[in-house]
């Protein structure tokens, strides 16, 4: 296809050939001829399809927000030498120019160039848009070249440690048979039963006694840390302010965790993760966080809390105090219960039992959450 300029030129030459001719002069109807094959030449000369196999590489797929990421373009000809070649690979709603050298026949190269990671979410990366271009930059020809990939723009996170119950348990604590695999906890010896595995079987009880005595073992579930990020978009009227509570709500799961202990993330609307202290749990976690956007809803984000079983530490992350009476009207439900308000306009006072941090950055977290671990 022809370029503005090619368009430009073949209209100049068309006039001028037209002229020139009417007018009985050969000049003009001669740069007339010269511009109208300089198009013609143009168009041919990116006609020929490069023979070429494209693939690229993302490293790494998952990056925190701001952190570098690049991709890595490998084009081999497999036909003859092309030159004249750009290229442009799609990034989210941003182009990344790439450049790409004269290819010889058979010959191959590899590009790299950065990737845009300013703004959280699932980035796709291509189709590869391959121009050929003529010297004189009066035609070209786009291709796509490639299979698209996924770029994964995470929220930022500080290490935060568990916080601590703020009740005692029982030593075998509750069952429950949401318990992750390895809380298992000798409870009891009782008679075997049909069905019972063999490796339960305690050998010294049963040559005591006579009779075939297995132990008797108990899920001990691990306190769930519950995080409830407000969504709803008439809560952030800066979008900074947004992400800087993804980022604290991502920080306080994955400082779960990481320990070990299963997590909760909750939205107005509805659950957005949900672990149980198992291996992977802070990919998962910071993966489902990833595509969390402003969202309207009727109901604020306390109120799913409600519905979420009662016990461990309940964590609200908010921009003002509008909702801390509905926050405290679920204390009695959680053995902690603690408000982290991103960059509020104004001043508010903590409820009774409830532990209210203002939060201007991730590293101001980070010194709060230390203070916070020890105040019970």
Do not use: C
Not at 113 to 125: F, K, M
Not at 170 to 188: I, K, V, Y
Not at 301 to 310: F, K, L, T
């Amino acid at each position: 296809m022809l370029t503005p300029l090619g368009w430009g030129t073949a209209a100049v030459s068309a006039a001028l050939y037209a002229a020139g001719w009417w007018l009985g002069y050969p000049e003009p109807a001669v740069l007339g001829v010269a511009g109208l094959a300089a198009v013609a030449a143009a168009l041919l000369w990116t006609l020929p399809r490069p023979r070429l196999a494209v693939r690229r590489d993302i490293a790494p797929v998952k990056v925190a927000r701001g952190e570098p990421a690049v991709g890595v373009l490998h084009v081999k000809n497999e036909g003859r030498a092309v030159r004249g070649l750009s290229a442009r690979d799609a990034a989210g709603p941003t182009d990344v120019a790439v450049d790409v050298p004269r290819l010889r026949s058979g010959g191959s190269r590899s590009v790299t160039y950065r990737l845009p990671t300013e703004r959280r979410g699932e980035i796709p990366v291509g189709p590869l848009r391959l121009v050929r271009s003529d010297p004189l930059r009066l035609a070209r020809r786009v291709r796509e070249y490639g299979t698209p990939r996924t770029l994964l723009v995470r929220p930022r996170t500080v290490p935060l440690a568990l916080l601590p119950s703020g009740r005692a348990h029982h030593l075998d604590g509750p069952t429950s048979d949401r318990s992750p695999a390895g809380t298992a906890t000798f409870h009891a010896l009782r008679e075997y039963v049909i069905g019972d595995e063999l490796r339960h079987i305690h050998w010294k009880s049963s040559a005591r006694t006579g009779t075939l005595m297995v132990r008797q073992l108990v899920d001990a579930s691990l306190p769930t840390t519950t995080v409830v990020l407000e969504a709803r978009p008439e809560s952030w009227p800066e979008p900074d302010d947004f992400e800087l509570a993804v980022d604290a709500a991502a920080s306080v799961a994955a400082g779960a965790a990481s320990a070990s202990f299963p997590v909760r993330v909750l939205t107005g609307a509805g659950p957005v993760a949900d672990t149980r202290g198992g291996p992977g749990d802070v990919e998962v976690v910071l993966d489902r966080l990833t595509a969390v956007a402003p969202e309207p809803g009727p109901r604020s984000a306390v109120d799913v809390v409600r519905r979420v079983p009662a016990g461990g530490s309940l964590v609200v992350i908010m921009r003002d105090g509008a909702e801390l009476g509905r926050v405290a009207s679920v204390r009695s439900r959680f053995d902690r219960v603690v408000v982290l308000r991103v960059r509020p306009a104004q001043e508010a006072s903590a409820p009774p039992g409830v532990h209210l941090v203002d939060v201007a950055d991730l590293d101001a977290l980070a010194e709060a959450w230390r203070r916070l671990g020890g105040v019970r």
